[in-house]
């Protein structure tokens, strides 16, 4: 019933024989309890039918031996002549034969049983896994039936008592049951217990291939473990490749791409399902030729996924079908889901070792970045004092005066320059900012404070307390810089206002001048790099053109923006919003 | 204290000489080491009214001064006179009263000799 149930799920060949010949098992075990139970033991029907019955099954067996492993045309064909002629004299003829043609019988009979198991005994060595328990219970059964045939033509010649023929007769036949219906049906228990050994050593493996150097050398061994798992002929390893929109096998020798929906293993991928094709060649008519020519016409192939993710699919491929299908597919499945475990682990380890080389690359950069900046302030430290100096010893010999006042603005120049550039610098490399609890007024107080005794100048209005996640040297810097530019480009004795309010969610700041203002060509660039306004070429107006630029990033940093409004002789206007509880930054706790 | 110095502690002669002019200009007395080690000695041998601290020196570094100042029980003001980026935080870790970071503007060196010397 089981076989049968299996036939009509999977039908091949292979399946039929299995039905055919536990039918036939079946068929004699019947006949002789329907026998029984109605007193007609001997009766001809029932006779007839356990001799079609007893000896159909070594011919069946061959034909099982074919379906795994072809046989000679005309062995075949000789057999199924000598079976069919056995047969049917048996049913013409008297019985019991003549001892001579008896044995002939017999010993035709054990021939065909002891080839069939050496045949599976053969067909076990070659293969592994499961595949090759499965052989050898059903080579151990053969044995056995050819046994039982041996002792009946032992018995024409050496007659035995009945009891003990009898006893040993039915130990044998119950033992070659118990091997035909393991190797040929087995139980789910069986099978796992079979079946363990290989997801076992690749679960071993999986740790290992995950610190493999590349996926290709992962895809290698899994290729291996795949082979002899299931004793397939060969197996590849496909992996996605968003990119280009291919499953890509990187064999040894050459690559081989393919599309979702391509061959069977693009179909796997694509339904995102296990498929498996006996005939290659048939179910993908569009790649005949190629299924033609390697050979392999039975192909499982089962995608390679991790949740949703797909990575890829692994096929298993063959000259012929699988003796045992099912076994094959659960094993290409679970072999497909341990790689799909493999290969994402892999990808997160490569991708995390990427992150830390990247941040190793940027310390160093930072690294080399404040040695240089050391370097450049240590000599320009002596040089404006002795500037300095310099300036007050002259300060009443005008031409001195001034040459020494001029040695000073260039170095201070020369010193907002170095700031300026290596501010631009560490904020494309991505230095992280660090926001953490501040109030914008004091950060913006402090700012102004720390630009040196002014003369009255600046004026803060607005709000008392704008409390939020800043960085807050870089806040500081973003201010000096709005207010420096402010006073720089206004008149000596102008003002310049700096407000501080609260938006929605956001703190605005805006800085205020009366200068000269900014041409309105120049707004558009005005915060890019190295731009500097059309009518700021004069020397009195120093600078690299990042101080806006620089501006812009501190803003973006804090998930902010910045604005300018301008008219040329009457002054401009910054705005600078910040939000105050940027996404993921609570105010209290720093980043969360 | 009038009278006292200040300790001037930098590897880089130029700035210790520079350092020394303009402070000497004000009228206020200056000695100076080229490491910690030396500055160690001076502390001992004549409390300064003010140590100005380079961090980055060979021999003794500013934090194993200022560890050994604590070791010894001294305590004069401390003021970080670095070119570092990290110079709060480098004044933070070693307990200095202040910070002057590199390049200075004369003025500036001066309120911060004026506001941490005892």
């Given at each position: 019933?089981?076989?049968?149930?299996?036939?009509?799920?999977?039908?091949?060949w292979?399946?039929?024989?299995?039905?055919?010949?536990?039918?036939a098992?079946a068929?004699?075990?019947l006949?002789?309890?329907?026998?029984?139970l109605?007193?007609?033991?001997?009766?001809?029907?029932?006779?007839?039918?356990?001799?079609i019955?007893?000896?159909?099954?070594?011919f069946?067996?061959?034909?099982?031996?074919?379906d795994?492993?072809?046989?000679?045309?005309?062995?075949?064909?000789?057999a199924?002549?000598?079976?069919?002629?056995?047969a049917?004299?048996?049913?013409?003829?008297?019985?019991p034969?003549?001892?001579?043609?008896?044995?002939?019988?017999?010993?035709?009979?054990?021939?065909?049983?002891?080839?069939?198991s050496?045949?599976?005994?053969?067909?076990?060595?070659?293969?592994?896994g499961?595949?090759?328990?499965?052989?050898?219970a059903?080579?151990?059964g053969?044995?056995?039936?050819?046994?039982?045939?041996?002792?009946t033509?032992?018995?024409?010649?050496?007659?035995?008592?009945?009891?003990?023929?009898?006893?040993?007769?039915?130990?044998?036949?119950?033992?070659a049951?118990l091997?035909?219906?393991?190797?040929?049906?087995?139980?789910?228990?069986?099978r796992?217990?079979?079946?363990?050994?290989?997801i076992?050593?690749?679960?071993?493996?999986?740790?290992?291939?995950?610190?493999?150097?590349?996926?290709?050398?992962i895809?290698?061994?899994?290729?291996?473990?795949?082979?002899?798992?299931?004793?397939a002929?060969?197996?590849?390893v496909?992996?996605?490749?968003?990119?280009?929109?291919?499953?890509v096998f990187?064999?040894?020798?050459r690559t081989?791409?393919?599309?979702?929906?391509?061959?069977?293993g693009?179909?796997?991928?694509?339904r995102?399902?296990?498929?498996?094709?006996?005939?290659?060649?048939?179910?993908?008519?569009?790649?005949?030729?190629?299924?033609?020519?390697?050979?392999?016409?039975?192909?499982?192939?089962?995608?390679?996924?991790s949740g949703?993710?797909?990575?890829?699919?692994l096929?298993?491929?063959?000259?012929?079908?699988?003796?045992?299908?099912?076994?094959?597919?659960?094993?290409?499945?679970?072999?497909?889901?341990q790689?799909?475990?493999?290969?994402?682990?892999?990808?997160?380890?490569?991708?995390?070792?990427?992150v830390?080389?990247?941040?190793?690359?940027?310390?160093?950069?930072?690294?080399?970045?404040?040695?240089?900046?050391?370097?450049?302030?240590t000599?320009?430290?002596?040089?404006?004092?002795?500037?300095?100096?310099?300036e007050?010893?002259?300060s009443?010999?005008?031409?001195?005066?001034r040459?020494?006042?001029?040695?000073?603005t260039?170095g201070?120049?020369?010193?907002?320059l170095v700031?300026?550039?290596?501010?631009?610098?560490?904020?494309?490399e991505g230095?992280?900012?660090r926001?953490e609890p501040?109030?914008?007024?004091?950060?913006?107080?402090?700012?102004i404070?720390?630009?040196?005794?002014?003369d009255?100048?600046?004026?803060?209005t607005?709000?008392?307390s704008?409390?939020?996640?800043?960085?807050?040297?870089?806040?500081?810097?973003?201010?000096?810089?709005?207010?420096?530019?402010a006073?720089?480009y206004?008149?000596?004795?102008?003002?310049?206002?700096?407000?501080?309010?609260?938006?929605?969610?956001?703190?605005?700041l805006?800085?205020?001048?009366h200068?000269?203002?900014?041409?309105?060509?120049?707004?558009a660039?005005l915060?890019?790099?190295?731009?500097?306004g059309?009518?700021?070429?004069?020397?009195?107006?120093?600078?690299?053109?990042?101080?806006?630029?620089?501006?812009?990033?501190?803003?973006?940093?804090?998930?902010?923006?910045?604005?300018?409004?301008?008219?040329v002789g009457?002054g401009?206007?910054?705005t600078?919003?910040?939000?105050?509880?940027?996404?993921g930054?609570?105010?209290?706790?720093?980043?969360? | 204290?009038p009278?006292?110095?200040?300790l001037?502690v930098?590897?880089?002669?130029?700035?210790?000489?520079?350092?020394?002019?303009?402070?000497?200009?004000?009228?206020?007395?200056?000695?100076?080491?080229?490491?910690?080690a030396?500055a160690?000695?001076?502390?001992n041998?004549?409390?300064?009214r003010?140590?100005?601290?380079?961090?980055?020196?060979?021999?003794?570094?500013g934090?194993s001064?200022?560890?050994?100042?604590?070791?010894?029980g001294?305590?004069?003001?401390?003021?970080?006179?670095?070119?570092?980026a990290?110079?709060?935080?480098?004044?933070a870790?070693?307990?200095?009263?202040?910070?002057?970071?590199?390049p200075?503007?004369?003025?500036?060196?001066?309120?911060?000799?004026e506001?941490?010397?005892?």
């Open positions: 019933m089981v076989t049968a149930l299996r036939f009509a799920r999977r039908p091949s292979a399946t039929f024989d299995i039905f055919l010949f536990f039918t098992i068929m004699v075990l006949a002789a309890d329907v026998g029984e109605l007193g007609i033991e001997g009766h001809p029907t029932l006779r007839a039918l356990t001799w019955g007893v000896t159909a099954l070594p069946i067996l061959l034909r099982l031996v074919d795994f492993r072809p046989q000679r045309a005309w062995l075949m064909a000789s199924s002549l000598l079976y069919a002629l056995v049917v004299l048996g049913l013409l003829t008297p019985q034969w003549p001892p001579p043609v008896l044995l002939a019988a017999v010993a035709f009979f054990v021939t065909l049983g002891g080839y069939a050496l045949a599976f005994l053969r067909e076990s060595l070659r293969s592994s499961i595949t090759r328990r499965r052989m050898q059903v080579a151990l053969s044995g056995l039936l050819a046994l039982i045939l041996l002792l033509g032992v018995n024409v010649v050496l007659p035995l008592p009945e009891e003990a023929r009898s006893l040993v007769n039915q130990v044998l036949a119950l033992s049951g091997m035909y219906f393991a190797g040929f049906a087995p139980p789910a228990i069986l796992r217990a079979w079946q363990e050994p290989a076992r050593a690749l679960l071993d493996e999986a740790a290992d291939l995950v610190q493999l150097p590349d996926t290709r050398a895809a290698r061994r899994i290729e291996a473990r795949a082979v002899s798992a299931t004793g002929d060969g197996a590849a496909g992996l996605w490749e968003e990119p280009a929109g291919e499953i990187r064999g040894p020798s081989l791409r393919m599309r979702p929906g391509e061959y069977i693009g179909r796997a991928f694509e995102q399902e296990v498929i498996f094709s006996a005939h290659a060649e048939r179910d993908a008519p569009e790649h005949a030729a190629e299924y033609e020519r390697s050979g392999f016409h039975a192909v499982a192939a089962a995608p390679i996924s949703k993710r797909r990575l890829g699919v096929l298993v491929y063959a000259q012929r079908p699988p003796a045992f299908t099912d076994d094959v597919l659960s094993l290409v499945e679970v072999i497909a889901e790689a799909a475990l493999v290969v994402r682990s892999h990808q997160l380890l490569q991708e995390a070792a990427r830390r080389a990247q941040a190793e690359v940027t310390r160093l950069k930072d690294d080399f970045l404040s040695v240089v900046a050391h370097d450049v302030r000599p320009l430290t002596t040089i404006l004092i002795n500037a300095e100096l310099l007050q010893a002259l009443g010999d005008g031409r001195n005066a040459r020494a006042a001029s040695l000073r260039e201070l120049r020369l010193k907002q700031e300026d550039y290596l501010d631009v610098v560490r904020a494309e230095s992280a900012t926001l501040h109030d914008l007024v004091e950060l913006v107080r402090d700012a404070a720390g630009m040196g005794p002014g009255g100048r600046v004026t803060v607005g709000e008392a704008l409390p939020g996640a800043f960085d807050a040297p870089r806040i500081q810097q973003l201010v000096q810089n709005l207010i420096s530019n006073l720089k206004s008149a000596s004795q102008a003002p310049v206002e700096v407000r501080l309010e609260a938006d929605a969610d956001a703190a605005v805006t800085v205020t001048d200068g000269i203002g900014i041409p309105e060509g120049d707004l660039l915060f890019e790099r190295f731009h500097r059309s009518n700021t070429n004069d020397r009195r107006y120093a600078g690299l053109g990042l101080g806006l630029y620089i501006c812009r990033q501190i803003a973006e940093e804090h998930g902010g923006s910045i604005a300018v409004s301008s008219r009457v401009t206007t910054f600078v919003w910040l939000p105050l509880a940027p996404a930054v609570s105010a209290a706790g720093g980043p969360a | 204290m009278g006292h110095p200040v001037v930098d590897d880089d002669d130029a700035i210790r000489e520079a350092v020394r002019d303009l402070l000497e200009e004000e009228g206020i007395p200056v000695t100076t080491a080229a490491d910690g030396d160690l000695l001076q502390v041998e004549r409390p300064p003010l140590v100005l601290l380079d961090m980055r020196m060979p021999v003794m570094d934090w001064f200022a560890e050994a100042l604590r070791e010894q001294l305590s004069p003001p401390v003021v970080v006179m670095t070119a570092a990290d110079a709060r935080r480098w004044a870790e070693i307990g200095a009263s202040g910070v002057v970071a590199k200075f503007g004369i003025d500036e060196l001066l309120q911060a000799v506001r941490y010397s005892v």
